[in-house]
C-alpha cells in the first residue's frame, strides 16, 4: 500500500478513551488508511518522526468569535497552531449569517472587543450570501485551515427580522409573523448543517455604534415565549442550544438550566455558559457538576462550558468588559471620546459611585472588585510597574478606585494591567476538568484581543493530565483528556470529528509531551493584519506542537505555518448530523 505521509512510532490516541498504543500512521487522500503496530512502507511518502511523541485527532474548540475574522484570515493559524483543527462558530447569540455589516459592527465590537469598523469593512466586502446555506457555501469557497462548524444567532436573526432599534427595546414583542419568521430561519440554518443556536441573557454584552449604543445585545430582550418558540425547533431536530443565563437573576439561570428538561417532549441538548471557579464566589463551584447531574438524571441533556485554565485577563486603561457588569463601570464605556471619558472619570459624583458599586460585593457579579488582585504590567510610570492598584492607593493615601481612576485619566491605555477573575485553585480545575456534566471549551479564541490568550488551552489540559498521572495522583487518564478535547464534543454537537482510526479524516496533531512546560502559560503579542496591525495576545509554545494536518494536509511543522495554512483549502464546513445520539455520561474520575 502507497501512502502520501507515514507517522511513524508515535504514541497514538484515537479519541474514543480506549489505551493509547505505540503505531504507525499511514494517510493518503486525506484519509486515515493504515493503523499498524509494524513499520508502514514509506516509499514516495512524507515521513514524519513522531518517536517520544504522542499522536492526537486533531482538537475541537467549541466557543469562537472567529466568525470576522475567518473572512479575511482563514487559515486562522492562532488555534490551528496549537492542535485545534475543528472550530465552532456562531457563539454568545452572535453570527454573521443575516446581518449587514453595520449591524454586525454594533453586535461584535464593543461585546467582543473586535475593532467595529474592521468588522464593518470585512462583513461589507465579503459578504456574498442570503441565507444560512449560502453562508455555508461561502465559507467553503475560502481556502480554510480548520474544519468549522456553526451556530446560528439568536440576536443575529431577531435583528435582521426586527431592526436593530425594535429588536433592543424593552417594550417591543416580534409580531406572530416576525416570530414565525425567527423560527424559519432558525430550520433553514438546521437544515444546512448548523450544530445549533446561540443565545444570551447576561446583561453586561453591550453594543457599539451609536444608534442603539449600550443597549444589551437583541437575545436579552425576548420573552419567555420567543425563546420556547424557538427552542422547540432545536428540541424536534436534537441540535444544541448554547446561553448563557443573567448570573444576577435566579429566574433567568433556572430557566435555562430546566429548559434542558422535556417533560413529555424531546430533552433540548444544553450548553451554558460556564462552569467555572470564580473569585467572586467561590462556594458556586461545588454546584455545577450537581446541577448538572441532576438534570441529566431527570431526563435531559446538559452541559456546562468550562475554560480548564486559569481565567486571567489584561486589561489597556478601562478597556475591559468585566466593568460593563455594574452602572459605573458601563457609563465610562459608553463614552468612546477619550476627553468625554476623562471629563467623567474626574467628576467626583462619578467616583462615588464607581467606590459603591466596587464596595458592593455581595451581590452576583463576575469580577471579584479587588484592586489589591490586579497587578500593573506596563505604565509609563515606572514606579507603579509590578505594584497592585491598591498597593498604589496605599502608598498614595487614597482609595484604590481613585488610584486606579488616576492612573487611567494620566495615562489612558498606555497602563496595563491584568487580574485573574476564575479557575485559580488547581483542585477545583481538577474536578471540574474530570465532571461529565461539564465540556471542555469557552476559550473565546478570535474576541477579546487585546484582553486574553486561551489558544492552547487544550495543551494545557494535557499538561495536567499527564504531570498528574507522572505524580501518581490522576484526576483523568491521559486518554480521557484527549478524548474530553476531541472525539466527545464531536459526537456531542454531532460532527464529523474528534477521531483518529482507519477511514476517519486525517485531522492529526503530533504533541511532544517533553515541551508541555512553562512555556504554555506564556504570553506573547502577534499584529491582526485584517484588523489594522492591532496588536493581539497570542500563544507562543511552539515546540509543543511539531506538526497539525487537516485533511491529510500539513498545515503546522515544528510549531510554524507551512506555506499551505491560509492559501489552499484544507478544512471543510462540518454539516451536523440529523440526529446525534445522547453522550454517554461515565462516572467521575477526580
Given at each position: 500500500?502507497?501512502?502520501?505521509?507515514?507517522?511513524?512510532?508515535?504514541?497514538?490516541f484515537?479519541?474514543?478513551?480506549?489505551?493509547?498504543?505505540?503505531?504507525?500512521?499511514?494517510?493518503?487522500?486525506?484519509?486515515?488508511?493504515?493503523?499498524?503496530?509494524?513499520?508502514?512502507?514509506?516509499?514516495?511518502?512524507?515521513?514524519?518522526?513522531?518517536?517520544?511523541?504522542?499522536?492526537?485527532?486533531?482538537?475541537?474548540?467549541?466557543h469562537?468569535?472567529?466568525?470576522?475574522?475567518?473572512?479575511?484570515?482563514?487559515?486562522?493559524?492562532?488555534?490551528?497552531?496549537h492542535?485545534?483543527?475543528?472550530?465552532l462558530?456562531?457563539?454568545?447569540?452572535?453570527?454573521?449569517?443575516?446581518?449587514?455589516?453595520?449591524?454586525?459592527?454594533?453586535?461584535?465590537?464593543?461585546?467582543e472587543?473586535i475593532?467595529?469598523?474592521?468588522?464593518?469593512?470585512?462583513?461589507?466586502?465579503?459578504k456574498?450570501?442570503s441565507?444560512?446555506?449560502?453562508?455555508?457555501?461561502?465559507?467553503?469557497?475560502?481556502?480554510?485551515?480548520?474544519?468549522?462548524?456553526?451556530?446560528?444567532g439568536?440576536?443575529?436573526i431577531?435583528?435582521?427580522?426586527?431592526?436593530?432599534?425594535?429588536?433592543?427595546?424593552?417594550?417591543?414583542?416580534?409580531?406572530?409573523?416576525?416570530?414565525?419568521?425567527?423560527?424559519s430561519?432558525?430550520?433553514?440554518a438546521?437544515?444546512?448543517?448548523?450544530v445549533?443556536?446561540?443565545?444570551?441573557?447576561?446583561?453586561?454584552d453591550?453594543?457599539?455604534?451609536?444608534t442603539?449604543?449600550?443597549?444589551?445585545?437583541?437575545?436579552?430582550?425576548?420573552?419567555?415565549?420567543?425563546?420556547?418558540?424557538?427552542?422547540?425547533?432545536?428540541r424536534?431536530?436534537?441540535?444544541?442550544l448554547?446561553?448563557?443565563?443573567?448570573?444576577t437573576?435566579?429566574?433567568?439561570?433556572?430557566?435555562?438550566?430546566?429548559?434542558?428538561?422535556?417533560?413529555?417532549?424531546?430533552?433540548?441538548?444544553?450548553?451554558?455558559?460556564?462552569?467555572?471557579?470564580?473569585?467572586?464566589?467561590?462556594?458556586l463551584?461545588?454546584?455545577?457538576?450537581?446541577?448538572a447531574?441532576?438534570?441529566?438524571?431527570?431526563?435531559?441533556?446538559?452541559?456546562?462550558?468550562?475554560?480548564?485554565?486559569?481565567?486571567?485577563?489584561?486589561?489597556?486603561?478601562?478597556?475591559?468588559?468585566?466593568?460593563?457588569?455594574?452602572?459605573?463601570?458601563?457609563?465610562a464605556?459608553?463614552?468612546?471620546d477619550?476627553v468625554?471619558?476623562?471629563?467623567?472619570?474626574?467628576?467626583?459624583?462619578?467616583?462615588?459611585?464607581?467606590?459603591?458599586?466596587?464596595?458592593r460585593?455581595?451581590?452576583?457579579?463576575?469580577w471579584?472588585?479587588?484592586?489589591?488582585?490586579?497587578?500593573?504590567?506596563?505604565?509609563?510610570?515606572p514606579?507603579?510597574?509590578?505594584?497592585?492598584?491598591?498597593?498604589v492607593?496605599?502608598?498614595?493615601?487614597?482609595?484604590?478606585?481613585?488610584?486606579?481612576?488616576?492612573?487611567?485619566?494620566?495615562?489612558?491605555?498606555?497602563?496595563r494591567?491584568?487580574?485573574?477573575?476564575?479557575?485559580?485553585?488547581?483542585?477545583?480545575?481538577?474536578?471540574?476538568a474530570?465532571?461529565?456534566g461539564?465540556q471542555?471549551?469557552?476559550?473565546?479564541?478570535?474576541?477579546?484581543?487585546?484582553?486574553?490568550?486561551?489558544y492552547?488551552?487544550?495543551?494545557?489540559?494535557?499538561?495536567?493530565?499527564?504531570?498528574?498521572?507522572?505524580?501518581?495522583?490522576?484526576?483523568l487518564?491521559?486518554?480521557?483528556?484527549?478524548?474530553?478535547?476531541?472525539?466527545?464534543?464531536?459526537?456531542?454537537?454531532?460532527?464529523?470529528?474528534?477521531?483518529?482510526?482507519v477511514?476517519?479524516?486525517?485531522?492529526?496533531?503530533?504533541?511532544?509531551?517533553?515541551?508541555?512546560?512553562?512555556?504554555?502559560?506564556?504570553?506573547?503579542?502577534?499584529?491582526?493584519?485584517?484588523?489594522?496591525?492591532?496588536?493581539?495576545?497570542?500563544?507562543?509554545?511552539?515546540?509543543?506542537?511539531?506538526?497539525?494536518?487537516?485533511?491529510?494536509?500539513?498545515?503546522?511543522?515544528?510549531?510554524?505555518?507551512?506555506?499551505?495554512?491560509?492559501?489552499?483549502?484544507?478544512?471543510?464546513?462540518?454539516?451536523?448530523?440529523?440526529?446525534?445520539?445522547a453522550?454517554?455520561?461515565?462516572?467521575?474520575?477526580?
Open positions: 500500500m502507497r501512502f502520501d505521509v507515514v507517522i511513524e512510532n508515535g504514541l497514538w484515537d479519541g474514543t478513551g480506549a489505551p493509547s498504543a505505540r503505531r504507525h500512521l499511514g494517510l493518503r487522500d486525506g484519509t486515515v488508511v493504515a493503523v499498524s503496530e509494524q513499520p508502514l512502507d514509506t516509499a514516495g511518502a512524507r515521513v514524519i518522526d513522531a518517536d517520544g511523541k504522542w499522536v492526537l485527532p486533531g482538537m475541537v474548540d467549541i469562537t468569535h472567529y466568525d470576522v475574522e475567518v473572512l479575511r484570515g482563514p487559515g486562522l493559524a492562532e488555534s490551528v497552531r492542535g485545534v483543527t475543528t472550530i462558530l456562531g457563539s454568545c447569540s452572535l453570527s454573521t449569517v443575516h446581518v449587514g455589516a453595520t449591524d454586525a459592527g454594533d453586535l461584535f465590537g464593543r461585546v472587543a475593532p467595529r469598523d474592521y468588522v464593518i469593512d470585512a462583513i461589507g466586502a465579503h456574498s450570501w441565507s444560512a446555506r449560502e453562508y455555508v457555501d461561502a465559507l467553503e469557497s475560502l481556502p480554510l485551515g480548520p474544519n468549522l462548524a456553526a451556530f446560528i439568536h440576536s443575529d431577531r435583528t435582521a427580522v426586527m431592526g436593530l432599534d425594535r429588536a433592543t427595546r424593552p417594550d417591543v414583542r416580534p409580531t406572530p409573523s416576525e416570530l414565525a419568521r425567527m423560527e430561519m432558525l430550520s433553514e438546521l437544515n444546512a448543517g448548523f445549533g443556536m446561540s443565545a444570551q441573557q447576561l446583561l453586561f453591550k453594543l457599539d455604534g451609536e442603539c449604543r449600550s443597549r444589551t445585545l437583541p437575545s436579552t430582550y425576548a420573552k419567555a415565549r420567543e425563546r420556547r418558540r424557538l427552542n422547540a425547533v432545536l424536534e431536530r436534537a441540535r444544541v448554547q446561553a448563557g443565563p443573567d448570573i437573576s435566579p429566574k433567568s439561570v433556572g430557566a435555562m438550566i430546566t429548559s434542558t428538561l422535556g417533560w413529555g417532549r424531546k430533552p433540548l441538548k444544553t450548553s451554558l455558559l460556564s462552569a467555572a471557579d470564580l473569585k467572586a464566589n467561590p462556594a463551584v461545588h454546584i455545577m457538576g450537581p446541577i447531574r441532576a438534570m441529566n438524571a431527570l431526563g435531559g441533556n446538559f452541559r456546562w462550558q468550562h475554560l480548564p485554565v486559569p481565567f486571567e485577563v489584561y486589561a489597556d486603561g478601562i478597556d475591559l468588559v468585566i466593568f460593563e457588569e455594574f452602572g459605573s463601570g458601563s457609563a464605556l459608553h463614552l468612546r477619550q468625554e471619558r476623562n471629563e467623567l472619570l474626574r467628576d467626583e459624583e462619578y467616583r462615588r459611585r464607581f467606590r459603591k458599586d466596587y464596595d460585593k455581595f451581590t452576583p457579579h463576575v471579584h472588585r479587588d484592586f489589591f488582585d490586579a497587578e500593573i504590567v506596563a505604565c509609563p510610570e514606579g507603579v510597574v509590578g505594584k497592585t492598584f491598591g498597593q492607593g496605599r502608598d498614595r493615601g487614597v482609595h484604590p478606585v481613585d488610584a486606579y481612576l488616576d492612573l487611567v485619566v494620566e495615562h489612558g491605555t498606555k497602563l494591567w491584568r487580574t485573574t477573575i476564575s479557575n485559580h485553585r488547581p483542585h477545583h480545575l481538577d474536578k471540574l474530570a465532571d461529565p461539564v471542555m471549551g469557552f476559550s473565546d479564541a478570535g474576541a477579546h484581543l487585546r484582553n486574553m490568550s486561551f492552547n488551552f487544550g495543551l494545557r489540559l494535557l499538561r495536567r493530565a499527564h504531570a498528574a498521572e507522572q505524580a501518581g495522583t490522576p484526576f487518564t491521559l486518554e480521557r483528556a484527549v478524548h474530553r478535547l476531541t472525539g466527545e464534543l464531536a459526537d456531542w454537537y454531532g460532527i464529523d470529528a474528534g477521531r483518529l482510526r477511514g476517519d479524516r486525517a485531522d492529526i496533531v503530533v504533541v511532544d509531551p517533553a515541551h508541555l512546560d512553562a512555556s504554555l502559560d506564556e504570553y506573547a503579542e502577534e499584529p491582526v493584519e485584517q484588523y489594522g496591525g492591532l496588536r493581539r495576545m497570542v500563544n507562543r509554545n511552539d515546540d509543543a506542537v511539531t506538526a497539525v494536518f487537516v485533511a491529510g494536509r500539513q498545515l503546522i511543522a515544528d510549531g510554524e505555518p507551512t506555506p499551505d495554512l491560509g492559501t489552499t483549502r484544507s478544512g471543510q464546513f462540518l454539516r451536523a448530523e440529523a440526529s446525534a445520539p453522550a454517554r455520561l461515565d462516572p467521575v474520575t477526580a
